[in-house]
């Protein structure tokens, strides 16, 4: 039996519209109805044929919706959700894609009061963003963290796990203040900390940025990967996200100090001691999954 048997995407972008692809492929009796504020994003999701109906507006999409999952910057999130609240149907299960929950939560929940509301965070994602570059099996064997709140009914709970499974990911149900914590330190604080080392090696003055370019090592390349992911949504995270990312970023910054005295004082043990806690993190991400132990990180040199 099928979680829902209509769903409307709100934001077609990487996510929304890897999510249109993943319901396509899965559950084909599901229809699927698309709404994006750009004109030009609709246009060409007519085109890609992901979505079996495109409204002209927000509250359009949703008339008919048994689940609506806002695929929008986390900043716009309550901007949308009023909306959509004239026209949303009472029995609706209301979600979203949104890398920071607890803002999420308040937001939807002032704007749509009543509504039977469950936040939602697949974890995945590319560089790339836009309609195009979504695909079916974003979402295989990666997480997906549901933070209902209190008063949320255990059966629509069970039913948007049951959508996601069937996308292929894994659910873990989590405290949204909890879930903001873990992710400022795996995603929020990883992703500003790249920005920082990208921006300030394009800044250096005696370095020139062609040869920034020309030399890149791995380890520079996959920050550049991370600091070219969408900037109005990352700009939002880190607002929505405040006080968690706060917290770690002061964190990170005592440890970095203490790894700065380590290499004044020529302290090897400590530095070396440091390496192998971190490589041993590696060893049991691959052996959970999250990747793989590829040579070069799976790159190819032809």
């Excluded at 920082?196 to 370019?213: F, H, K, M, P, Q």
């Excluded at 990352?234 to 970023?249: H, I, P, Q, S, T």
Aim: charged letters at 25%; aromatic letters at 6%.
């Amino acid at each position: 039996m099928l979680p829902f048997t209509q769903i409307t995407i709100i934001g077609l972008g990487l996510i929304g519209s890897s999510i249109a692809h993943a319901a396509r492929q899965t559950m084909p009796s599901v229809r699927i109805t698309g709404y994006d504020s750009d004109p030009a994003v609709r246009t060409r999701v007519l085109e890609l044929g992901f979505c079996d109906d495109v409204s002209d507006s927000a509250g359009a999409a949703v008339t008919d919706a048994g689940l609506v999952i806002l695929c929008v910057p986390v900043g716009v999130m309550a901007d949308v959700a009023a909306e959509i609240a004239a026209d949303l149907p009472d029995d609706a299960v209301i979600s979203d894609v949104g890398s920071s929950k607890e803002s999420v939560q308040v937001a939807l929940a002032e704007a749509l009061p009543g509504a039977r509301i469950i936040p939602a965070h697949p974890v995945a994602g590319t560089e790339n963003s836009g309609p195009d570059a979504g695909f079916a099996t974003l979402f295989h064997d990666r997480w997906c963290i549901l933070t209902p709140p209190e008063d949320a009914a255990e059966g629509d709970v069970e039913r948007l796990k049951a959508f996601w499974e069937k996308l292929g990911a894994n659910i873990e149900i989590m405290d949204a203040k909890h879930h903001d914590l873990v992710l400022a330190v795996t995603s929020h604080l990883p992703h500003l900390i790249a920005y920082t080392i990208v921006g300030t090696a394009s800044d250096l003055e005696d370095v020139t940025r062609g040869e920034v370019i020309k030399y890149s090592a791995g380890g520079f390349r996959d920050f550049t990967r991370i600091a070219a992911s969408d900037p109005t949504m990352w700009r939002d995270v880190f607002l929505a996200n405040k006080e968690a990312v706060l917290e770690m970023l002061q964190r990170f910054s005592e440890d970095l100090s203490a790894l700065q005295r380590a290499i004044r004082w020529d302290k090897g043990d400590e530095l070396f001691d440091l390496f192998t806690k971190t490589r041993a993190i590696r060893r049991r991400i691959i052996e959970e999954g999250q990747d793989d132990a590829a040579p070069d990180f799976g790159r190819t040199h032809d």
